[in-house]
């Protein structure tokens, strides 16, 4: 599933970097990677969709062989790439807690606050 959603997210970000320059293009890419990524599960999925965005925005902010770029150094192109890192970002912030609730600690009791050895209150 990992695998798919990468080509998922490097479809996704090329669709992007092609429309980014028109502010409607812009605006449902971003909507688009925001809800795909939230819609996918925290963890390796996440992530590999992330990054395939990224390799396919990077891929147009360098400089092609005939020259010129596609992510252009004006407000459309920086808030492209800004956007992008923030997409990895918040698929890097997930990526422990797919793996937590993957693993199962088995132990979801907290603590209790109120004991000084954090036990559970002795019922009467």
């Known amino acids: ?6 080509v998922v997210g490097l ?16 605006a449902l890419a971003l909507v688009g990677g925001i809800v795909t990524l939230r819609w996918l599960p925290p963890g390796v999925v996440r992530l590999a969709f992330a990054v395939g965005w990224c390799l396919a925005v990077l891929r147009g902010a360098i400089e ?3 020259g010129g770029f596609l992510v252009a150094s004006d407000a459309a192109g920086w808030s ?19 793996a937590t609730a993957r693993r199962g600690s ?4 907290t603590p209790y606050l109120d004991s000084p050895r954090g036990e559970e209150p002795q019922e009467h």
């Open 1 to 6: 599933m990992a695998l798919l959603a990468g």
């Open 11 to 26: 479809v996704s970000g090329a669709a992007g970097t092609l429309l980014h320059q028109l502010w409607w293009g812009l």
């Open 64 to 66: 092609r062989p005939a």
């Open 80 to 98: 492209w790439l800004a956007a992008s890192f923030v997409l990895l970002l918040g698929a890097l912030a997930t990526l422990r807690s797919g």
């Open 106 to 109: 088995g132990s979801s009791r």
